[in-house]
């Protein structure tokens, strides 16, 4: 498995970020999230699911397997990485649900998750709640989600139950990629990606006490 590493060991704590479900770990959004972190103080650690990871040697560009066979995959990444302190897991959209199904299931060798606009359901059905496991997770979790996300609103959320152990931090009219709307907040994606850097940061160090 190859790994993507951003930062040093001598960080205070590891991230490591799946991508969402049609785009890879190097992406401009992944990439300006990540220095964002480094400069905080967390290495970031990403890595590839096998389907996409196909696509850089030529292979078809085929939706993702079934979410079980993520688990096991994201579980591989957990084993291969060689962390010297704290980890955490987490990962953008389909890569934040897939660290959250596996959270408790993994709890002895991590310290939180952090979810990057969560897809509590498919867009425009939101009767598809993907939200079952939140209701019990105790491993601590951080979800940074836009107010206008179509993949969960802060309308819709109030509405779930979620374990006590979730922390929401929202950004004003932020779509799934966390993006506003200039017009209506006078801010921008980097705006917003910088304060979901400062949200994670905090958020890490009060994991670690």
Same mark, same amino acid.
């Given at each position: ?27 401009? #959004?992944?990439?300006?999230? =990540?220095?964002?972190? $480094?400069?905080?103080? $967390?290495? !970031? $650690? ?20 079934? !979410? ?14 060689? =962390? ?13 649900? $897939? ?10 060798? !991590?310290?939180?998750? !952090? ?5 509590? /359901? ?46 929401? /931090? #929202? ?29 994670? =940061? ?8």
């Amino acid at each position: 498995m190859d790994f993507l590493i951003s930062g040093d060991e001598t960080a205070r704590a590891t991230l490591l970020l799946a991508h969402g479900s049609g785009a890879p770990m190097d992406t401009d #959004w992944m990439n300006t999230l =990540s220095k964002g972190l $480094v400069d905080r103080g $967390v290495r !970031v $650690v990403r890595f590839e699911f096998g389907y996409m990871a196909a696509r850089r040697t030529g292979g078809p560009k085929r939706p993702p397997p079934d !979410v079980t066979l993520l688990c096991d995959e994201y579980r591989a990444a957990i084993t291969a990485l060689e =962390s010297a302190g704290p980890l955490f897991i987490g990962g953008k959209s389909m890569g934040g649900r $897939v660290a959250s199904m596996i959270a408790e299931s993994v709890r002895d060798h !991590v310290s939180g998750v !952090v979810c990057l606009g969560y897809p509590f /359901h498919p867009q425009g059905k939101p009767e598809k709640l993907r939200t079952a496991h939140l209701a019990d997770l105790k491993v601590p979790t951080l979800i940074a989600q836009g107010t206008r996300d179509p993949f969960g609103t802060n309308e819709e959320v109030a509405g779930y139950t979620l374990s006590d152990a979730i922390t929401i /931090h #929202w950004l004003e009219d932020g779509d799934h990629d966390l993006k506003p709307r200039k017009t209506v907040t006078g801010k921008t994606l980097d705006d917003h990606l910088s304060e979901t850097c400062n949200a994670i =940061s905090d958020w890490i160090g009060k994991q670690l006490g």
